[in-house]
């Protein structure tokens, strides 16, 4: 097992290549295959990220299970992988939802199967490398390859706008990756005056970056700060992922909503928050401007979904508000605000890939998404109504299931920053289980208005495979959350240390309000608790 | 840990109809209703003995020992933070239960009142589609109910507080294919979901100010492993860290209030109780007036100690208290449908209790709650057995002279209407009674309302008992000759309610007429912690104390008496005046109606709170949500994205264009003066061999003329 004990992660990482390279060779005609291989490899993609759990220490700090190899040597380019408890948990994401958004597609996809699972495949190989890298050259040639299949499994397998919707997604996100390039170029070449050899190894540089002028930090965030919030997407540059989730296939909008829009969040905390400027009135103003942005994208979000009669569309503007709450707490720069920040961008696949299954169900049940089509679906679909309405309330951030525990953690680390902030961030926790309870009550609730609905199947068994792993970690995640707080606490102390130092040097005391107990006697007191007088 | 089998598993009590939730929520449907019944009753039932049981051995305790904690799991434990004070602590909320006088009174008003509730719903749905469905969601509401009052922490009390909110969302729609259904379901949700987001900042406000959200350290076997909110507010205030009044606690207070107003229907977030009556009767009772709706007066008694520190919070707790008491009183009027009526007098009643919180009496308000508990679920499944020996009448114009068609559900709501209505000896006398005699020390104003309430809430609920059972009947004739008395399993909970409706408020017999009351000692050990009688040297900042001292040293005075035997006066005067409408002169009603006409109108239209709410915050929100909708499509993606998209084809248009006309152009025109050139020049061009001997023979012609013409020139 030489080969999992040190390349582990390129075994997690090409395992999907590896399936794509085989589909081709399978002749075009035997159309099954294409399908069977497709999944077998969907599930070997999960299956080799697995052995993580047992292996990954969430107690070490750095990244673990490092490979280098030279990959041009002349420019300094490595083959360099690595992970942290935040690409842990973001990476057995997407090989979970990659599993699942392949076998959603089983029937969904009827044309042109061979290219489908093909490209499919090659998007996961892409996802996986941008959350792996730890060479900046390695992370954007990924952060690229998985561009072009995305692109193609909205503009062949779309529905009606599909063209439209491709190339706007395409060339939005383009925009923003040639204007990280730059930034990227900017970072090494800066780094290289310091006549260290040229490299384009993350830690390396961002450790170099430490030492750049103000002036050129603030560039080099605003640089970054583009390409990832077109990522995101943070308002205002949100409208290509209304456009992109409606015309994409269901497995589309799964990975799409569920990992792609990480991206940009993983890149804030990665790589934005060390190029923040170390002028504190300087990044005060920078961090203003971005909490306004997820504030608004919360709450314009969240409105917005309100009059949406496209089902699909509904969700991808709840994804916007979302998204808001995830780099809201980013920028909170607390532990609790990284911490849930990260929690919740994992609730999010969870609950929003969730969703677009639920509305694939119903489009391949009934070839449409408009709100208006359906109501009263309770009747005919009595299981399907339950899994939504679980999955709704995950969204909405109801207590025992995933979305509150993130919801929450954001909320209090961004209220220990600024009352105001949280107070707005909770009118979108409101507006959340409005627009979400509405689109339930018109889909499902009151009697069945359209005769073609009435006798509508229920879930069939792949759709609860799909459908009952999602259901099991939303209610894990709000019961349990313990052990993924555990693997993010040394990443987060990590980013909380360089980006806000000093946050844990007042570790001794214990007590907040500090003084001796009125009746000492009858409550023992821990050592832990400093009995000292207050400052004040 | 203390000893004891019960004490020990405090924990089993939410899980028994947890169990039973989710067998009934997964497979359920292949249930038999008999086994349903058996398995969804009997889990309450285990959980009630356990309760019980568990009291009975906390009693058993010393009274300053009666605290049982313990910790389950660690729940969320998010990681360091930093409190206002700028110091570093880890912020953990534990799964952990809580048992002490306050909780003890709760849990068993919730498991006491929730068992009769399930039995009497297993004859009342008994016909009812769904019937696994029903059950499954009403133990999944004693689940969170009860995490709700055990928990030893803000943040798990907020799971219960949220659970509840879903089940009564869920049960409100249970008859998912009406829209009024449904609908109700949804105001009543996001209604509370506005309550919710202050209580979550509360959450917050109180995690950054104090370090920790636990309530106690005490009663854990490692006390202090950690401090509670207890703990740290006494050492703050003895610290002077946190003074009387401090403007935090005061923000904590109000933004706790906020989300009590929500979940307890005060004024202004009152408006989604009258809607959830669209639910089954059995939840109405349960849910909707014996235990979810008093989850704010729990909590807000739950977080007595902060309130007591912040007099204006306490103000504002007593004012909307008092003022919704008296606004729902009056809005109970004029309603028509028997459940809207117990609706408008369940937030009336509510408003008592938080009167009593505010004026500092916290236990006569936990007092109210417990016996209100009673006589409300009993008047609302006397009406549920009304309705269904009506086959479904709600409107009390249809209804009349019920005494003798079924006695037991009469008799029994006669005693539920006596009681709430305060006369003695039942058990709505004692309650109020304490209410009003604590306010009445307090503010003299805030007595008149209370007092006027009384009086109002006599009126409404004999209106309802006469237009119900007595006087002709103007029942309709098709529902008239299946007018029936209601199952056993339907009046035996009836009867108990009934019981208890007299019975129960003699365990706080007042000092005054010569009893201990017990409860209030019950609960002082909760109701004014240790650490306050601690206070030397500062302002004593509580209400209750003063309180409570003024009645020992005046003892049985004129100020004892005096309001108490007014409100009986009072409340006997509304019964008669009830009597003189109803029954005496049934004309005039309409009478007084039509002398003021828009005055009725208002009352009866519930002063318009809800088309003021749609225009002024729902449907603006709806607007603002479809501008922004259009503005999205239209600004930021037409004229942003779709705009950019355009500029740049336009700019390759023109590039296009300038390439065409003017950089091709531009070759193409010394293309074309070479060409013109080229065709000049190709007429000479013929490739005939005796053209070009022709124009050899000329040009030699014109050299030799040129020639010659120079040769003439040198010669000469």
């Known amino acids: ?536 | 840990m203390p000893a004891g089998y019960f004490l020990q598993h405090i924990w089993l009590i939410p899980l028994f109809p947890l169990v039973t939730a989710a067998a009934m929520l997964i497979f359920g449907r292949r249930l038999a209703n008999s086994v349903v019944s058996v398995l969804c009753v009997g889990s309450v039932a285990v959980a009630f003995v356990h309760a019980a049981g568990a009291v009975w051995q906390l009693l058993a305790l010393a009274p300053e020992h009666r605290v049982v904690q313990m910790i389950l799991f660690d729940w969320v434990p998010a990681g360091p933070m930093h409190t206002s004070g700028g110091q570093l602590t880890q912020f953990t909320a534990d799964w952990g239960m809580l048992l002490d006088p306050l909780s003890s009174v709760m849990v068993l008003v919730v498991t006491g009142v929730g068992l009769l509730i399930h039995l009497y719903s297993v004859g009342y749905m008994g016909h009812e589609g769904g019937y696994y469905r029903f059950f499954g969601y009403l133990n999944l509401f004693m689940f969170a109910m009860l995490t709700l009052v055990l928990a030893n922490n803000l943040l798990l009390l907020f799971v219960g507080w949220e659970g509840v909110g879903l089940c009564s969302y869920l049960l409100i729609g249970f008859y998912f294919l009406k829209k009024s259904a449904s609908d109700a379901g949804k105001k009543a949700f996001i209604v509370n979901r506005i309550g919710d987001a202050g209580f979550l900042l509360g959450i917050f406000l109180i995690a950054s100010t104090l370090g920790t959200i636990r309530f106690t350290s005490e009663g854990l076997g490692d006390a202090g492993a950690f401090p509670g909110i207890l703990q740290s507010l006494g050492a703050a205030v003895n610290s002077g860290a946190l003074a009387y009044g401090a403007p935090v606690l005061t923000a904590i207070a109000l933004l706790l209030f906020v989300g009590a107003c929500g979940k307890s229907a005060q004024i202004p977030l009152y408006v989604w109780l009258p809607d959830a009556m669209e639910g089954p009767t059995p939840v109405s009772a349960l849910i909707h007036a014996a235990t979810m709706v008093t989850a704010g007066v729990y909590m807000v008694a739950r977080m007595n100690a902060i309130y007591q520190l912040s007099p204006l919070a306490m103000q504002v707790v007593a004012i909307t208290g008092a003022a919704t008491a008296i606004f729902a009183a009056t809005m109970g009027l004029a309603q028509n449908d028997i459940k809207k009526v117990l609706a408008y007098s369940t937030i009336s009643q509510l408003g008592y209790m938080f009167l009593a919180l505010g004026v500092g009496a916290f236990s006569a308000g936990i007092f109210h709650l417990m016996t209100h508990a009673f006589f409300k679920a009993l008047l609302f499944l006397g009406s549920g057995s009304v309705i269904h020996a009506l086959s479904g009448e709600q409107d009390m114009r249809k209804m009349g002279g019920l005494w003798s068609r079924i006695p037991v559900t009469a008799k029994t709501f006669v005693v539920g209407a006596v009681a709430i209505a305060g006369i003695p000896p039942l058990a709505g006398f004692f309650s109020k009674d304490e209410i009003l005699g604590k306010a009445f020390e307090h503010s003299r104003a805030l007595w008149l309302v209370g007092f006027v309430t009384a009086g109002l809430t006599a009126f409404y609920m004999f209106r309802l008992v006469n237009m119900t059972f007595f006087g002709a009947s103007r029942v309709e004739h098709s529902v008239e000759h299946h007018i029936h008395e209601s199952p056993k399993t339907m009046t035996v909970p009836l009867m108990v309610l009934a019981a208890l409706s007299i019975v129960g408020g003699w365990i706080g017999w007042p000092a005054a007429l010569g009893g201990s009351n017990r409860f209030e000692k019950f609960l002082d050990p909760v109701m004014a912690p240790a650490w306050t009688y601690a206070l030397h040297g500062q302002q004593r900042p509580i209400l209750h104390v003063v309180v409570k001292d003024m009645t020992h040293t005046l003892g049985a005075s004129l100020l004892e008496y005096a309001p108490m035997v007014l409100s009986v006066l009072v409340a006997l005067a509304g019964i008669f005046i009830a009597y003189l409408f109803y029954l005496k002169e049934p004309d005039a009603p309409e009478k007084i109606a039509a002398a003021a006409p828009w005055l009725y109108r208002l009352v009866y239209n519930k002063y318009y709170v809800d088309e003021i709410y749609d225009g002024l915050f729902v449907n603006r929100a709806k607007d603002l949500g479809t501008f922004l909708g259009l503005f999205d499509e239209k600004i930021i993606n037409g004229l942003g994205v779709d705009g950019t998209g355009w500029l740049t084809r336009f700019g390759s248009s023109v590039s296009i264009l300038w390439d065409k006309w003017v950089v091709d152009g531009a070759v193409n025109l010394s293309a074309a003066v070479v060409r013109v050139f080229a065709r000049i020049a190709s007429f000479v061009q013929t490739g005939v061999v005796s053209n070009y001997a022709l124009l050899i023979v000329l040009g030699m012609l014109a050299l030799l003329g040129y020639y010659g013409n120079l040769l003439r020139h040198v010669v000469r």
């Open chain 1, 1 to 536: 097992m030489a080969l999992l004990d040190h390349h582990l992660l390129s075994v997690i990482l090409f395992t999907p290549l590896a399936g794509a390279l085989l589909l081709l060779l399978v002749p075009r005609a035997m159309e099954n295959a294409h399908r069977v291989l497709g999944n077998v490899f969907g599930v070997l993609g999960f299956v080799v990220s697995l052995p993580l759990l047992a292996r990954f220490r969430p107690d070490v700090a750095g990244y673990q299970f490092r490979e280098n190899a030279d990959w041009i040597p002349s420019i300094g380019a490595h083959y360099s992988l690595g992970m942290d408890g935040i690409s842990f948990l973001l990476v057995l994401l997407t090989t979970l939802l990659g599993m699942i958004s392949i076998l959603s597609s089983w029937k969904a996809i009827q044309l042109r199967k061979k290219e489908y699972y093909i490209l499919f495949l090659l998007l996961q190989t892409g996802m996986l490398g941008v959350f792996l890298s730890l060479d900046f050259f390695l992370f954007y040639v990924f952060w690229e390859v998985m561009l072009v299949p995305m692109y193609f499994l909205i503009g062949v397998w779309g529905s009606e706008r599909r063209l439209y919707a491709a190339i706007k997604f395409f060339l939005y996100t383009l925009a923003g990756s040639v204007v990280m390039l730059l930034g990227i170029l900017a970072v090494y070449f800066n780094a290289a005056k310091s006549g260290a050899p040229p490299t384009f190894d993350v830690p390396t540089l961002l450790a170099a970056a430490q030492q750049f002028p103000d002036g050129l930090k603030v560039w080099l965030f605003w640089g970054f700060f583009f390409a990832f919030a077109i990522k995101v997407p943070m308002f205002p540059f949100h409208t290509w992922l209304p456009d992109a989730h409606t015309e994409a296939p269901t497995a589309g909008s799964v990975i799409l909503a569920g990992v792609l829009l990480k991206m940009g969040t993983y890149g804030f905390v990665r790589f934005s928050l060390p190029l923040l400027p170390a002028d504190a009135a300087l990044r005060g103003k920078i961090i203003h401007i971005v909490v306004l942005l997820s504030l608004v994208g919360i709450v314009y979000g969240a409105l917005v979904c309100m009059m949406q009669k496209d089902m699909k569309r509904l969700i991808a503007y709840s994804s916007v508000s979302h998204l808001g709450f995830c780099t809201l707490g980013i920028f909170a720069l607390t532990p609790h605000g990284l911490a849930g920040s990260i929690l919740q961008q994992i609730n999010h696949g969870i609950s929003t890939g969730a969703l677009f299954l639920i509305v694939g169900v119903l489009y391949e049940r009934r070839h449409t998404r408009l709100i208006s089509e359906f109501g009263g679906l309770s009747t005919p679909m009595p299981n399907f109504a339950a899994i939504y309405m679980i999955v709704s309330l995950s969204s909405l951030g109801m207590p025992l299931l995933n979305g509150f525990i993130g919801e929450f953690t954001i909320l209090r680390g961004v209220f220990e920053v600024n009352k105001t902030w949280a107070a707005w961030a909770a009118l979108g926790v409101i507006l959340g289980a409005a627009y979400l309870l509405w689109l339930y009550q018109r889909v499902m609730f009151g009697a069945v208005t359209k005769p073609e609905n009435e006798k509508l199947p229920d879930l069939n068994l792949r759709e609860y495979a799909t459908l009952l792993p999602l259901v099991v970690l939303a209610f894990w995640i709000g019961i349990y959350p313990k052990p993924f707080f555990r693997y993010l606490e040394k990443p987060v102390q990590l980013i909380v240390e360089m980006v806000n130092p000093g946050y844990y040097k007042s570790a001794e005391v214990k007590s907040p309000i500090d003084g001796p107990l009125p009746v000492a006697g009858s409550i023992p007191r821990s050592e832990k608790v400093n009995v000292e007088e207050p400052a004040k």
